[in-house]
């Protein structure tokens, strides 16, 4: 349709057909009347030939006349449907750049939503990969998470240890300085002891030995300081003090 159309459009109005003439209706004469005329015209005499030739000329001029009537009929006639067929052809022109604005337009249309749906296509892409890398990166936060509770889990336990261990140290330092205290006065006692029976010796020079019992007597062996509990370094002390009182009374 549209090929047609602009076929048309195209089409140039013919150059001869430029002016217009009005419409101009002559009654063309009949054929018999026109055989009557010439028969008259022959049955007469040689006087009345010049009159009849100038007659005839006369008929010929206006059946002339009649024809360019006639053509000129044809000419209004041509040059009014050429005028018809140029309206219709603006018309047409004009009816076809209307189409061509709207197809313009509906290209414009599509271009953009075509445009707007790979940009479309583009965000969804875009948005996808963005999930994905949040989706990664929540599970890589979560699993550092899980070493992160775990180590502090093992550090407690270190930390628990150490204290302990720490706390062990110090009860076997306090231990080793009571008992080193103990050590000390355990010394100092018997310095004092051996000192009282120099002292007593030296007091009594006339006391005989047979007056001593000198079969060896069977002692029990010392227990090892680091089995003495507080317990018996007491039971310890009670029976050295008895000992003593009991020399200090002779």
């Known amino acids: 349709m549209i090929p047609l159309v ?23 004469p009949s054929r018999e009347s026109l055989s009557g005329n010439v028969t008259d015209m022959k049955g007469r005499n040689g006087a009345q030939s010049i009159p009849m030739r100038k007659k005839k000329d006369k008929v ?28 219709e052809l603006i018309s047409l022109r004009k009816q076809v750049e209307d189409l061509q604005k709207k197809l313009l337009e509906k290209d414009e249309l599509l271009k953009s939503a075509e445009l707007s749906k790979n940009q479309i296509n ?9 999930k994905r890398d949040a989706a990664e990166k929540d599970s890589l936060i979560k699993s550092i998470q899980l070493q992160l509770s775990d180590a502090k889990i093992k550090l407690a336990d270190k930390q628990a240890g150490l204290e302990k261990t720490q706390w062990e140290a110090m009860t076997s330092k306090q231990k080793v300085e009571e008992l080193q205290n103990n050590i000390d006065s355990m010394q100092g006692e018997f310095s004092s002891f051996m000192l009282l029976l120099n002292g007593l010796t030296k007091n009594n020079p006339t006391t005989h030995a047979d007056d001593y019992d000198l079969e060896p007597y069977p002692l029990d062996p010392l227990p090892c300081m680091d089995d003495v509990n507080d317990e018996e370094l007491q039971k310890m002390e009670e029976a050295r003090q008895a000992y003593v009182a009991a020399v200090a009374a002779r």
């Open 60 to 87: 010929d001029k206006n059946g002339s006349n009649n024809q360019d009537g006639d053509d000129c009929s044809i000419f209004s006639s041509e040059a009014l449907a050429t005028e018809k067929e140029n309206e």
């Open 122 to 130: 583009d965000v969804r892409a875009e948005l996808g990969k963005l």
């Open 6 to 28: 602009q076929s048309l459009i195209e089409r140039k109005p013919s150059s001869s057909f430029t002016r217009r003439g009005s419409m101009i209706y002559t009654k063309t």
